[in-house]
């Protein structure tokens, strides 16, 4: 069946812009997760969706980080004013409910580049 | 957040078992010990994941100590695709809780 899904697969984008990176869950998955990784680096974790819940911001680095969830599927990651320190992989993950003993599905990433 | 530690890197010959150790010494008696690997340019992708017994899938087994202060990923047979950095995560019983990935460990598998 489909995985989790992520567009674009790379962006370019100029210093300054604002940039939206989409995620489409695995479907039926009620928690949805966004990571970056710089590189080399490990993942560090941005926001967390469970459902219709709050969503867990406290990973996000600055307020030009924002994300939304609409309908309890598609997730969208807004960068506003982008920053070359903001080049990285962004990745999302889904999983069927939110439980410890539950796995994650990663896409595979959008590359962004700010130049 | 429980934290986990291992090694930076380690490496194995093709077609010989590999032990990938992780210390975790203040996991809570509910956390659930989870493995993920990251192949070059891929995004994560989950291994096993087990509670107090060993576990064995297609991909891996996993052993736990006795007191479950640390546990083993153990690959079979190396094949020069499983170079990849493994993770091992704990999963706290709260919900809510998000994956906490640390550094990992970098698996090299010489042919």
């Known amino acids: 069946g489909a995985g989790v899904s992520q567009s674009p697969s790379n962006k370019v984008t100029e210093k300054g812009k604002d940039v939206e990176l989409r995620c489409d869950p695995i479907?039926?998955?009620?928690?949805l997760y966004w990571y970056r990784q710089s590189l080399g680096q490990g993942l560090e974790f941005l926001i967390y969706?469970?459902?219709?819940?709050?969503?867990?911001k406290s990973g996000l680095p600055s307020d030009r980080f924002s994300a939304e969830r609409t309908g309890g599927s598609v997730s969208t990651l807004t960068i506003q004013r982008t920053q070359q320190e903001d080049s990285a992989v962004y990745l999302c993950?889904?999983?069927?409910?939110?439980?410890?003993?539950?796995?994650?599905?990663f896409g595979q990433g959008t590359r962004l580049t700010v130049v | 957040d429980a934290k986990t530690t291992q090694p930076n890197s380690m490496e194995s010959n093709e077609e010989e078992p590999v032990h990938l150790p992780c210390n975790h010494s203040t996991i809570s008696g509910t956390d659930y010990i989870h493995w993920y690997r990251q192949l070059p340019s891929q995004g994560p992708e989950y291994v096993i994941h087990g509670l107090t017994s060993n576990v064995n899938n297609r991909m891996a087994s996993l052993a736990i100590a006795e007191d479950r202060k640390s546990s083993t990923l153990i690959l079979h047979r190396a094949t020069l695709r499983d170079a990849a950095v493994y993770y091992c995560i704990l999963r706290e019983t709260n919900y809510g809780q998000n994956f906490v990935f640390g550094p990992g460990t970098r698996l090299s598998v010489l042919p």
């Open positions: 479907s039926g998955h009620t928690a």
């Open positions: 969706f469970q459902g219709n819940s709050a969503p867990d």
């Open positions: 993950a889904s999983s069927p409910v939110d439980r410890p003993n539950t796995e994650a599905f």
